[in-house]
């Protein structure tokens, strides 16, 4: 196992090249792209894959490809996310978001073509593999990321602002939204190590958890963050159903524990070394406190 | 081989099957996907699609998942076209647009989500077949929907309006915009069918000949055609490249003759009965006369 800022040097390296490789596109919408997509932030979907296919046997070279397309999927919900006829955000990572600087025209069509490359990567890469595992994860990634999945979750979002919180309601959002591509990359890892069905369930019961522990993370540092800090306005979720809007400060503080612990426990019954796994979900929590 | 009704058919009844199989999906999502890819329409791209795959052999039912995809694309790149970021427009097929119903906000998280599943039908399709074939139809189905593709013609598309035509520039759109999206189903046709390299790329090229032909022809008729019965307000490519600010009427209709005539050409080569394809390329002239 390497540790994550070498998984996460190995997906910094990877993005652009990746991108280029489908070959020739136009100038502004492979600027459009890359502004986004290397803004920065943990990487950590893509390091979550390439940490689990490792952990599990398997080759973190031959996972790459689709680390980035998992990485260039998140990138491309934010782009959409932060339009004008969605939440109308001016600021992202501490920088202007993509329909501020490109024009609304193209920051869709960038997310459209970030999405769309994501699974033409995979594609790729599932036909240079030539096994059934390539395949599979192509499938898993555009499973998490669909109607069923993301997408749903954003959907409900969208729709639903405004309406009475129940904790049904949010719990879809955050379980999608958020918990999706983070069930995607320890599926997908360890599918692409030729895991057995078991022990990618149980990573997906860890991403699952993990990602709804980080969903009410965000809730809290939204109402508490420095937005110095965070690169974004806080204190915008007030028309949004948050955990913290349904729970309060301290339930949302113990639910996000409870998560974590339900993390945690998944990753018990697996074979292998699952230590970064663990410490990666304990550091989680560490943002509120 | 059927006629073109019968393939259509078999389109029409499948798309809302097909969509609602990936599993639960949040109503209003679903409703604003439905409400766009089943406004009718020929359905060319997906009758190409199993006309090419019975042609040389195949099973149109097998390759009817990848049909539905196909189509998928299409609406949704129609959807985000028609956004007000876009060609803001109102009206398309003579109702109303996605967002002019439903909201940007959901128009956006319907065409992504028609791209999305459109992939992931394509990849459980290809699980499903347990061969080379599915795969390769599958990233055929996102190279030409993708940023070397269909995008790479809406983004030079947005990005250049008011500047001065150039064949070049024009012909460039008119390949990728519209083009790769029937060059796809000849390819992924006839790949589904276990064809050889040579006709399938003969396939493409009859594609890429017969949606240029057809571009121009959409060219004149925002010129001449009658809103009511096009669904569409017409003469509002004046800010746009088209084919006859470049060409004027004649040379424009010139140009969608010879584009037919390399069509026809291409099915010369092909060692199966081209009939299907040799009618459909000379009725795409009537439109104009």
Known sequence: MRTEAEYKALVENALEPQLRSLGRVPEKLMEAMLYSLLAGGKRLRPVLLLAACEMAGGTPEEALPFACALEM????????????????????????????????????????????????LALKAALRMGDIRGIRAAELLARHAGVTGMIAGQTVDVTMEGSTPTE??????????????????????????????????????????????????????????????????????????????????????????????????????????????????????????
């Open 168 to 289: 049904e309601l949010v719990s879809y959002i955050h379980t999608h939204k958020t918990s999706d591509l983070l069930q995607a990359p320890m599926e997908m890892g360890l599918t692409l190590a030729g895991a057995d069905p078991a022990p990618v369930e149980l990573g997906r019961l860890y991403g699952e958890h993990l990602g709804i522990a980080f969903q009410i993370v965000d809730d809290l540092l939204d109402v508490t963050g420095d937005p110095a800090l965070l690169g974004k306005r806080t204190g915008m979720d007030e028309q949004k159903l948050t955990w913290v809007a349904l729970k309060g400060m301290d339930g949302a503080r113990k639910d996000a524990e409870a998560h974590v612990d339900a993390a945690l426990e998944a990753m018990k019954d697996l074979p292998w070394d699952t230590s970064f796994f663990e410490n990666l979900a304990r550091a989680s929590l560490k943002r509120v406190y």
């Open 73 to 120: 999927v998140h990138t491309y919900s934010l782009i959409h996310d932060d339009l004008p006829g969605m939440d109308n955000d001016d600021l992202r990572r501490g920088r202007p978001t993509s329909h501020k600087v490109f024009g609304e025209g193209l920051a869709i069509l960038a997310g459209d073509g970030l999405l769309n490359a994501a699974l033409e």
